[in-house]
């Protein structure tokens, strides 16, 4: 998980990554290579959590829920 690149962070609880948005965001590409589940979570005690990501994994995920990829 990490927050936003346009939030200024890249400190303790706020890391920075784009994972959590692309394979919200391309859910389809995710199937097409086989993929069938993500799981999200903290990798390390000092990562970004629910808590500390601005909203973004339930806005992303909300927007995921009103459109789902169709599984082959």
Same mark, same amino acid.
């Given at each position: 998980m990490g927050v936003p690149s346009s939030? !200024?962070?890249a400190?303790?609880?706020h890391y920075r990554?784009?994972?959590e948005e692309y394979?919200?965001?391309h859910p389809s590409e995710l199937t097409a290579a086989g993929?069938?589940?993500v799981v999200f979570g903290a990798g390390d005690s000092n990562q970004t959590l629910l808590t500390s990501d601005g909203g973004?994994?339930?806005a992303l995920?909300?927007?995921y829920s009103s459109a !789902?990829? !169709?599984l082959p």
């Amino acid at each position: 998980m990490g927050v936003p690149s346009s939030t !200024p962070g890249a400190h303790l609880g706020h890391y920075r990554d784009n994972r959590e948005e692309y394979f919200l965001k391309h859910p389809s590409e995710l199937t097409a290579a086989g993929g069938l589940a993500v799981v999200f979570g903290a990798g390390d005690s000092n990562q970004t959590l629910l808590t500390s990501d601005g909203g973004q994994f339930q806005a992303l995920s909300s927007a995921y829920s009103s459109a !789902p990829a !169709p599984l082959p």
